[in-house]
T-cell receptor, first 110, second 113 residues
Framework: GQQVMQIPQYQHVQEGEDFTTYCNSSTTLSNIQWYKQRPGGHPVFLIQ?????EVKKQKRLTFQFGEAKKNSSLHITATQTTDVGTYFCAGGGSNYKLTFGKGTLLTVNP | EAGVAQSPRYKIIEKRQSVAFWCNPISGHATLYWYQQILGQGPKLLIQ????????DSQLPKDRFSAERLKGVDSTLKIQPAKLEDSAVYLC???????????FGSGTRLTVV
């Protein structure tokens, strides 16, 4: 079945540094979604990418979808303590089924 | 807009006991999902409903897990009998049609002892 791999598993940064997490799928995706889960919380939808090569920005967050629609990245510029949490990518397959990666836990040192 | 409601928030049971979780999705959302999230891992899909029909239950351990969404609105997930490895957070999510982002509930944290 479809597998979604995410790296790194953990990332610790100093406040103000940049952060990037990468996502790779074993199969071509119909779309990719990104979620953020704060410690003790539930996943919160951030964005969906659908088109090959698509790039979307949300303030300090930049999301990219690869040309082959098998990989994606999330880049945060100048991290803040409010960015702390686990970032999940989720690959969309048939019947709108989402397969989540294991996530990247981001911690930020103030 | 009210979010996805789940109850209970926490549950502790002994192995071999049964347990049930309830979910009420956002009004009008046709698609409802149950996910299992083990500590340190990403959510794993257990079952997907479109209205009151099952779209995908390929990863649902059907010998012990069951779920229903009889009227196409709220849903229950049951485990009987529970095993130690069922300890996890059970998340319910909904979306208007299946396409687009999901809205997750706060989840039920299950501990099996």
């Amino acid at each position: 079945g479809q597998q979604v791999m995410q790296i790194p598993q953990y990332q610790h940064v100093q406040e103000g540094e940049d952060f990037t997490t990468y996502c790779n799928s074993s199969t071509t995706l119909s779309n990719i979604q990104w979620y953020k889960q704060r410690p003790g919380g539930h996943p919160v939808f951030l964005i969906q990418l659908v088109k090959s090569g698509e790039v979307k920005k949300q303030k300090r967050l930049t999301f990219q979808f690869g040309e082959a629609k098998k990989n994606s990245s999330l880049h945060i510029t100048a991290t803040q303590t409010t960015d702390v949490g686990t970032y999940f990518c989720a690959g969309g397959g048939s019947n709108y089924k989402l397969t989540f990666g294991k996530g990247t836990l981001l911690t930020v040192n103030p | 807009e009210a979010g996805v409601a789940q109850s209970p928030r926490y549950k502790i049971i002994e192995k071999r006991q049964s347990v049930a979780f309830w979910c009420n999705p956002i009004s009008g959302h046709a698609t409802l999902y149950w996910y299992q999230q083990i500590l340190g891992q990403g959510p794993k899909l257990l079952i997907q409903f479109q209205n009151n029909g099952v779209v995908d239950d390929s990863q649902l351990p059907k010998d012990r897990f069951s779920a229903e969404r009889l009227k196409g609105v709220d849903s229950t997930l049951k485990i009987q009998p529970a095993k130690l490895e069922d300890s996890a957070v059970y998340l319910c999510a909904s979306s208007p049609t299946g396409a687009g982002g999901y809205t997750f509930g706060s989840g039920t944290r299950l501990t099996v002892v």
